[in-house]
């Protein structure tokens, strides 16, 4: 365009007249005065055809635009120009040159804004690029190379250390560090053996692996989160239905003030400035800011959030997450890791030697290894975190509400709850009665029938929970609790964390009632569970997050998805609804600012004092404003959501 836009321009009378040159009426020379008008035809015919495409669409599915006003400026221009030529009107109308120069710049603008568009959805789209070229499919147990689109399900592949895995699948073979960033967000590695479930796009880092493909294509993890992006970026909510609204109004104001500027001026006897203050009008007020202010906003902030394992399926959560003021958390899975832990042992003295509590916990965890009970489970797998060395264990058996019995090294060891120690005539241990009052369940060892320790079992509080109570106290949110535990278990649990309010004893079913309760109260609640028995509770509240949700981002009743099981996560949310709502504030501000400014000045309000605002220079403040749009949503890819950053940032600022 610029190639043809150049001799528009040089061999343009009105051009020419300006620098100081004439181009020739007569002879061959005279022929090069039509150089501009041919040129200047395939400009707006060519050059044009993006916006006057775009105008006719616009007109069709009857919300006028940005495209239709420029379509308009254009055609003013060009229906001026060929009247000048013609001799039909006079020949200051002649705009050749300025036509070329609009297009020009209106296109370079509609590149760069096309572009920054294209950035935002570009690191969306590389979720796409985490999945292998190609795959290795075992077949008659070779690996042979072949498109990932060409597996099955049931299919045998194999993944290389440092491989990608190129469908969700089971391991069958093999145990390997995987990254599972790309679902979580957390950088650290995962240790996957046999019968773990893995994710297309996530990575063998360390071994290789033979899986066994559960789900292919539209079916995969990875095209679930993709698509739960796409539709949040495509679902409306209050600030975008305020900017549509605003766009509409603003194509109507623009073509007014385009219709007064040009009856005022052609009624003060200067019809090329009338053409050129209306030009400059349809041009410089393109709500194309405007229409962009909220959408790359939205775009940005939830493929960060996504690549932070935060899954925003519903925009109008995300939006009202920056005014909550409680927080309701699920405490079983939620605050608490949801299974049995053994949280601490106490040693009983006097029963012959005083055996150190690693001894204790080892006696336990042998006469429980071939127990199936979960409680047994949480012995053993304590052992194995403390690095006690676990004796043989033989002759093993075990009784309902009683407990187990082995014999290790020539003795007979016991581990179980209240009716072992009625069985034997044996005292509880001295922490018994309190760690009771905690709700805790206690389980005694016993050898040779005399009790020498007692072991506190109970749902372990997260590490990490402790910091996002302190943290949501720090934005000043109020911090809940509900569960079907005791109460004693409840408060214990509250009071260990600093949690301000407990509903205790509640069944799943009336969860949701409890969070209506807090809407009576007029707060605003985010409640945060599991996503299957909270699926009432996470409907019925203002925000409903699912945490935890690991893979399974199908949760229906929950507006934002967290694909890890941190709680401090939700700071996550909040900071990204607090920082995308500034930036939509700041965007259509800027929007609604250039437009009620630049107007007025290039209708020709300033013209009395000198002041007058060429038809370029509007189309360069247009593309200007637009982009300074685009530049300030890209800011939002600065944020770190990584919920350790966001914790550290609310600390540092309360």
């Not at 959805?121 to 999945?131: E, N």
């Not at 498109?147 to 190129?166: F, H, K």
């Not at 007014?256 to 019809?271: D, E, F, N, Y």
Request: glycine residues 10%; charged residues 20%.
């Amino acid at each position: 365009m610029l190639v043809i836009a150049v001799p528009v321009v040089a061999f343009s009378p009105m051009f020419g007249h300006l620098v100081g040159y004439e181009v020739p009426d007569t002879g061959i020379l005279g022929a090069l005065r039509w150089l501009s008008p041919i040129l200047g035809t395939v400009m707006y015919v060519w050059g044009g055809k993006p916006f006057l495409a775009g105008g006719l669409d616009e007109i069709k599915g009857r919300s006028p635009g940005m495209m239709l006003l420029i379509a308009l400026a254009i055609t003013v221009a060009f229906i001026s120009s060929w009247g000048s030529s013609l001799g039909l009107l006079d020949p200051q109308l002649d705009f050749w040159w300025e036509l070329a120069l609009l297009v020009v710049i209106m296109l370079a603008g509609h590149w760069m804004e096309m572009r920054s568009l294209a950035l935002t959805t570009s690191a969306l789209d590389s979720l796409a690029a985490l999945l292998p070229d190609e795959a290795e499919k075992i077949i008659d147990g070779e690996a042979v190379s072949v498109a990932p689109s060409d597996l099955v399900v049931g299919d045998i592949v194999l993944v290389r250390p440092g491989a990608s895995v190129p469908a969700d699948g089971r391991i069958i073979d093999g145990s390997a560090h995987v990254d599972e960033s790309m679902v979580t967000g957390e950088s650290a590695t995962v240790r996957r053996g046999e019968g773990d479930s893995v994710v297309a796009g996530t990575v063998a880092a360390d071994s290789g692996l033979r899986v066994e493909i559960t789900a292919i294509g539209d079916d995969t993890t990875l095209a679930g989160i993709q698509k739960l992006v796409s539709d949040a970026q495509s679902s409306s909510s209050r600030a975008q239905r305020i900017a549509d609204r605003a766009s509409a109004w603003l194509f109507w104001f623009a073509l007014g003030a385009a219709v007064i500027t040009a009856v005022v001026w052609s009624l003060i006897g200067m019809p090329d400035s009338a053409v050129v203050r209306t030009i400059t009008v349809l041009v410089i007020a393109c709500p194309h800011a405007l229409g962009l202010a909220i959408p790359l906003v939205v775009s940005i902030a939830t493929e960060r959030a996504a690549r932070a394992g935060v899954l925003v399926k519903d925009r109008l959560a995300l939006e009202t997450m920056r005014t909550v003021d409680s927080v309701l958390f699920d405490k079983t899975g939620t605050l608490t890791k949801g299974q049995p832990t053994v949280t601490a042992i106490e040693v009983v003295e006097g029963a012959g030697a005083t055996r150190a509590e690693s001894e204790v916990l080892g006696l336990a965890a042998a006469a429980e290894a071939d127990s199936e009970h979960p409680l047994a489970a949480a012995i053993v797998t304590a052992a194995a975190e403390w690095g006690v060395d676990v004796p043989r264990a033989s002759d093993f058996s075990s009784s309902p509400a009683v407990g187990v019995k082995a014999v290790i090294a020539g003795q007979t060891v016991e581990v179980g709850g209240p009716r072992l120690l009625e069985a034997h005539d044996a005292p509880e241990a001295k922490s018994a009665e309190a760690w009771r009052a905690e709700g805790a369940i206690i389980l005694h060892v016993l050898v040779d029938g005399s009790v020498v320790g007692a072991l506190r079992l109970a749902d372990e509080i997260r590490p990490e929970s402790r910091d996002a109570v302190d943290a949501l106290h720090a934005i000043g949110a109020q911090v809940v609790m509900i569960t079907g535990d005791a109460e004693a278990v409840a408060q214990s649990v509250a009071s260990e964390l600093g949690i301000d309010r407990v509903f205790a004893g509640v069944h799943p079913a009336d969860k949701a009632a409890k969070v209506s309760e807090l809407q009576g109260e007029g707060r605003r609640v985010a409640m945060v569970g599991d996503g299957v028995n909270d699926a009432p509770a996470l409907a019925q509240a203002d925000v409903g997050i699912a945490i935890g949700a690991g893979t399974d981002v199908a949760i229906g009743s929950a507006g934002v998805i967290l694909a890890s099981d941190d709680p401090r996560s939700v700071l996550s949310i909040v900071e990204l609804s607090r920082a995308t709502y500034r930036k939509m504030k700041q965007n259509l501000w800027w929007a609604a600012g250039y437009n009620l400014l630049s107007v007025p000045l290039a209708a020709g309000v300033l013209a009395p004092v000198g002041f007058v605002l060429p038809m370029s220079v509007g189309a360069i403040l247009m593309s200007i404003s637009t982009i300074v749009v685009a530049l300030n949503a890209q800011l939002l890819r600065r944020l770190d959501l990584h919920p350790q950053a966001v914790v550290g940032r609310v600390h540092s600022t309360s």
